[in-house]
């Protein structure tokens, strides 16, 4: 059964940080692994989506990668912004059963 | 394209009485979830269809819920009779096939379900 785990659950910085948000998973078996962002009262918006082949996918200040053997991802943002404070949520695709299990999420606060 | 649809946005309503949440998912694509999201145990995948016919239904939390599907175009979450602690967030999303499994997945605002 995959477990997915997210890590910090909580992040409060300055405008202007470079920082890195960390999923991990227990089942390698995966097709694909997707990063979301969720604003409150809302629902997930994609931000990224990385085939088990590739290593990374970007998106303007926004990188992932993907290490698959050992169960990791990260998500790099740069040069954060207020407006990129929400919920972070990582989704590894099982190459077995199609299913989508979603980590308990990243809440980042940007602070002007 | 309208995105995923859901509704209704809101329900309030009184345990015991029967709930439906509708959704309808981005034209074309062939799979559909159905998540629920609440504080204490984050998102929870339900249940989801391939080509309108359930795969995998071991979310489904009691035979008070039940899913259905009847065209490519539709999809309904029923429960039945709703309990207080059913009071959550259901979301519904679909995604297209790719070479490698499902692809992007494309997520509906929400239905907010507030059992009394």
């Known amino acids: 059964k995959q477990e997915v785990t997210q890590i910090p659950a909580a992040l409060s910085v300055p405008e202007g940080e470079n920082l890195v948000l960390n999923c991990s998973f227990t089942d390698s078996a995966i097709y694909n692994l997707q990063w979301f962002r969720q604003d409150p009262g809302k629902g997930l918006t994609s931000l990224l989506l990385i085939q088990s082949s590739q290593r990374e996918q970007t998106s303007g200040r926004l990188n992932a990668s993907l290490d698959k053997s050992s169960g990791r991802s990260t998500l790099y943002i740069a040069a954060s912004q207020p407006g990129d404070s929400a919920t972070y949520l990582c989704?590894?695709?099982?190459?077995?059963?199609?299913?989508?299990?979603f980590g308990q999420g990243t809440t980042l606060q940007v602070k002007p | 394209d309208a995105g995923v649809i859901q509704s209704p946005r809101h329900e309030v309503t009184e345990m015991g009485q029967e709930v439906t949440l509708r959704c309808k998912p981005i034209s074309g694509h062939d799979y559909l979830f159905w998540y629920r999201q609440t504080m204490m145990r984050g998102l929870e995948l339900l249940i989801y269809f391939n080509n309108n016919v359930p795969i995998d239904d071991s979310g489904m939390p009691e035979d008070r819920f039940s899913a259905k599907m009847p065209n490519a175009s539709f999809s309904t979450l029923k429960i039945q009779p709703s309990e207080p602690r059913d009071s959550a967030v259901y979301f519904c999303?679909?995604?297209?096939?790719?070479?490698?499994?499902?692809?992007?997945?494309?997520f509906g605002e929400g239905s907010r379900l507030t059992v009394l």
């Open positions: 989704a590894p695709g099982s190459s077995n059963t199609g299913k989508l299990i």
């Open positions: 999303a679909s995604s297209l096939t790719t070479s490698g499994g499902t692809g992007e997945l494309f």
